[in-house]
């Protein structure tokens, strides 16, 4: 069982739908990562936040919104998404993002298709 | 930019055959992971390694970072179909850049019973 818990494990929307991922972990980590993967391909970073604040944007469309309410929880935020968003959304953890490098462990996913 | 390259992408084998996955770059890293991801879950962490020529064991399987840190190898001893799935390679920087890793392309492992 992972211990990073992501809700939905599926979502299916149209393009002008607003939804959420949430993602929790209880294992006292202060970095929290969104990554979006596509099928058979390495995850690509899209956000990445230390301590509850947004350290890293990877250049990200305006429809994705990040949001971290407290040290345990991750939100992204959908909003008008595109075909091509199409993909697995993975979150991640890690005990920090300073310092010595800490492993990331992963979540099992929110499998997203956009109509 | 720093980069993995991952190779085999792809390798289908049959059941009790080894098999070796390598991750190269021309770049130094302070540790390596490597994940397996099975079909519709998020990647699994297997093994971080970290010193230069160090060997880690996980049952039949084998992890070794490079002298130089900057290459690594996984090699899987009478492999099983159990061991089917994505595995991927990940190179933390030398200089920690807010806790990116540097992805390998990723090797499609399929073994057949």
């Known amino acids: 069982d992972t211990e990073v818990t992501q809700t939905p494990k599926h979502l299916v929307m149209g393009m002008t739908n607003k939804k959420s991922l949430k993602c929790e972990q209880h294992m006292g980590h202060r970095a929290m990562y969104w990554y979006k993967q596509k099928a058979k391909k390495p995850p690509e970073l899209m956000f990445v936040?230390?301590?509850?604040?947004?350290?890293i944007n990877e250049s990200v469309p305006s429809r994705f919104s990040p949001e971290c309410p407290n040290s345990s929880l991750l939100n992204l935020h959908l909003h008008a998404l595109q075909p091509e968003d199409s993909a697995l959304y993975l979150c991640?953890?890690?005990?920090?993002?300073?310092?010595?490098?800490?492993?990331?462990?992963f979540g099992d996913g929110t499998r997203l298709s956009i109509l | 930019t720093q980069l993995l390259k991952q190779s085999p992408q792809f390798l289908s084998i049959q059941e009790g055959e080894n098999l070796t996955v390598y991750c190269n770059s021309s770049?130094?890293?302070?540790?390596l992971q490597w994940y397996r991801q099975e079909p519709g879950e998020g990647p699994v962490l297997l093994v971080t390694v970290v010193t230069g020529g160090e060997v880690k064991k996980l049952k039949r399987l084998t992890f070794q970072f490079g002298d130089a840190r900057k290459d690594s190898s996984l090699h899987i001893t009478a492999a099983q179909p159990g061991d089917t799935g994505l595995y991927l390679c990940?190179?933390?920087?030398?200089?920690?850049?807010?806790?990116?890793?540097?992805f390998g392309q990723g090797t499609e492992l399929s073994v057949k019973p």
């Open positions: 990940a190179g933390a920087p030398t200089l920690n850049q807010g806790g990116k890793l540097i």
């Open positions: 991640a953890s890690s005990q920090d993002a300073q310092g010595v490098f800490q492993p990331q462990h």
């Open positions: 770049s130094v890293f302070s540790s």
């Open positions: 936040y230390s301590y509850e604040k947004l350290s």
